[in-house]
């Protein structure tokens, strides 16, 4: 059974800083890019940052320098490192894993962690 569980969102000030963590189980994690995506209230969910298997990285033009993607394969964990975060940050966090073979996409998607940003 594949699990992805999402931990650290909450609440902060603006400013402040958030550490989003996605443990993986059930899938073989350094096969697979790595993303968090969000959907704010009334928004469509959006690609935040994604990691590939092999460690590249992109983000989402409105978190380009305040937000770092980052994995740890020996613990199956993929992180969200938030800075500088502002209310239009405001959105449940969702993390995804992702893998491209011919004729088949395999895509996973944990249960959210809903993110508060106060002004």
């Known amino acids: 059974q594949v699990q992805l569980v999402e931990s650290g969102g909450g609440l902060v000030q603006a400013g402040g800083s958030l550490r989003l963590s996605c443990a993986v189980s059930g899938i073989i994690f350094s096969i697979h890019t790595m993303g968090w995506y969000r959907q704010a209230p009334g928004k469509q969910l959006e690609l935040v940052a994604a990691i590939t298997s092999g460690g590249s990285t992109n983000y989402a033009n409105s978190v380009k320098g305040r937000f770092t993607i980052s994995r740890d394969n020996a613990k199956k964990t993929v992180y969200l490192q938030m800075n500088s975060l502002k209310p239009e940050d405001v959105a449940v966090y969702y993390c995804?894993?992702?893998?491209?073979?011919?004729?088949?996409?395999?895509?996973?998607w944990g249960q959210g962690t809903q993110v508060t940003v106060s002004s």
């Open positions: 995804n894993a992702a893998r491209l073979v011919p004729g088949k996409t395999y895509d996973y």
